[in-house]
């Protein structure tokens, strides 16, 4: 009885992956558009004249797997959820999967974890026992967030009476690079993603800077961005990030675009 749920369920999944790749001939091959802001290392970031990334790769291989042509769109982070109106428009800004966000948008299964880092000139924090920041240290600083992250969110909550970073004051910046090289002027630490924050930290060593976890926060996980009720397109997806785990493939691009490889974590 279950093999048979599962197989029904093989069967849902495959068709809906051949109706939605199937029907278009090659000559008029459908655009997928892809959501992104590029100053998040390693996931998408400027490379000369194109955007390259963890992410990037993952949006060729479901653009090929689906046959379709790839459209990079690069905007501003907060702009992403609200560009997703059309059925082939997707969401891959190594976004994490919120509960606010599910009222917005649906969700892929998680391809990535991370948690909060935060980065600092060095020598500024002193770290504990498990080279972590605890949160207490960045209680009345003025924290540089890249505006609509979950950094950003979580900063904020934090700084309010009772919370982790009491007193803190927060500023929003278009990405964490920008905010990371207004340290020590217009910011003093900077709360991002883990891998980011690291890359940060590694591609600046002129900045000084130093990226380490926040003890008290939990973990995150990434998923891809598609407007509600996009089910064809989600199950597509779904499919093709499940073959991308099983084949190793995303791990393999992380250790090609990072400075820390994901086996070392
Ligand atoms: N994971 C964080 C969030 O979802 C940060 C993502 C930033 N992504 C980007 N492409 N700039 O809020």
Known sequence: MKKALVLLLILIIAVSLFMFTGCKNQDEKGKLYVYTESGFPPFEYP????????????????????????????????????????????????????????EEVDFSIPYFEAVQYVVYKEGTLTLDENSMVSGAQL??????????????????????????????????????????????????????DRHTALQIEANNPNLNLKANQIAQLDSESYGIAVKKAN????????????????????VEWFNEHSVSPAEEE
Not at 231 to 248: H, S
């Open 139 to 192: 209680k009345n600083k003025v924290i540089g967030t890249q505006s609509g992250t979950t950094g950003d969110i979580i900063a904020d909550e934090e700084s309010a009476e009772g919370g982790l970073f009491e007193g803190a004051t927060v500023k929003g910046y278009d990405n964490a690079l920008i905010a990371a090289q207004d340290i020590g002027n217009g910011c003093e630490v900077v709360v991002i």
């Open 47 to 102: 490379s000369g004249n194109d955007i390259v990334g963890v992410d990037i790769e993952i949006a060729k291989t479901i653009a090929d797997r689906l046959g379709m042509e790839l459209v990079v769109k690069d905007v501003n982070f907060e702009a992403i959820l609200a560009a997703l109106t059309d059925d082939n428009a997707i969401g891959l800004a190594g976004l994490t999967i919120t509960p606010d966000r599910e």
């Open 231 to 250: 089910k064809k397109l989600l199950y597509a997806i779904n499919w093709i990030l499940q073959e991308l785990i099983e084949e190793g493939k995303i």
